[in-house]
């Protein structure tokens, strides 16, 4: 049997020329307004351009397959986006063209919500076709290599910091789930800051959403801005923060919490630190790689 592995993530304009279609894509075929292009447009030119986001996915399932081809798995890896090209979809068309029999997905992001991994997972399915079992692994958020490797950044986070900083988490907002409907998405977050927080030693923490959409949506909080705030009217010195809900840079973090969240703690006093995001690190591929190996 010839199987593959799927590794799914966001994906990200590589020019700035690209952008306004992406964020079209983004926005289900309905172009962005003047405004709201030339605000993001800003935000990318602000960190230098489009970021690595790509490049550190494509790097993060090319160690997976290294990974998982030293241990003796004969695998074939593939890479598909959300919004940008190569997508999922067309991904699962290129592993059925190869004779992909049985694959394992993989979305680069450890918890499960009704606005992220399900819709990976539809995507995915909608595109296999018969012939072509395809397993997508609903979430990761307490795999025990995760927590060890944020555990390890917070720490080192920590060390960089003032002696009196308070740590925040991190993750991105998501439009609250309709009456009725439960999502896991929030309370999956928590278990997993509960987990990095216990194997890092810390004796107190927060947990505050970050880059709430511009929707008339109810969006998940509160907001990491707010509670820095609140970290700063608690009398702290300093401010570390760890984008949990993410696993690489991109402009989510270097954007909203490097530029917005640093000029916020800033104005309050306070010494900002962010922990490292794990990208392509061997380390954290080896976590990736576990988990895929596990499914396989």
Partial sequence: MRRGVLVMAYGTPERLEDVESYYTHIRRGRPPSAELLE????????VGGPTALNRITR????????????RGHAVTVYTGFKHVSPFVGDAVARMAADGIEAAVGLVLAPHYS????????????????????????????????????????????????????RVVFTAHSVPEPPEGLEDPYAKQLLETCELVAQAAGLEGWEF???????????????????????VADRGHRGVVLQAVGFVADHLETLYDLDVEARAAA????????RAAMPNDDPAFVDVLANIVEARL
């Fill in 208 to 230: 505050a959403f970050q880059s709430a959409g511009r929707t008339g949506d109810r969006w998940l909080g509160p907001d990491v801005l707010d509670t820095i705030a609140t």
């Fill in 114 to 165: 009704l606005r992220s991994i399900a819709e990976y997972e539809r995507y995915a399915e909608d595109a296999r076709p018969q012939g072509l079992a395809l397993e997508v692994i609903r979430s990761w958020h307490d795999d025990s290599g995760l927590v060890a490797y944020l555990a390890a950044r917070l720490r080192e986070a920590c060390a960089r910091s003032d002696g009196d900083s």
């Fill in 266 to 273: 800033e104005a309050r006093g306070l010494c900002y630190t």
């Fill in 59 to 70: 790097a993060q399932a090319a160690g997976i397959a290294r990974e998982l081809a030293r």
């Fill in 39 to 46: 605000e993001l447009v800003s935000r990318y030119e602000a």
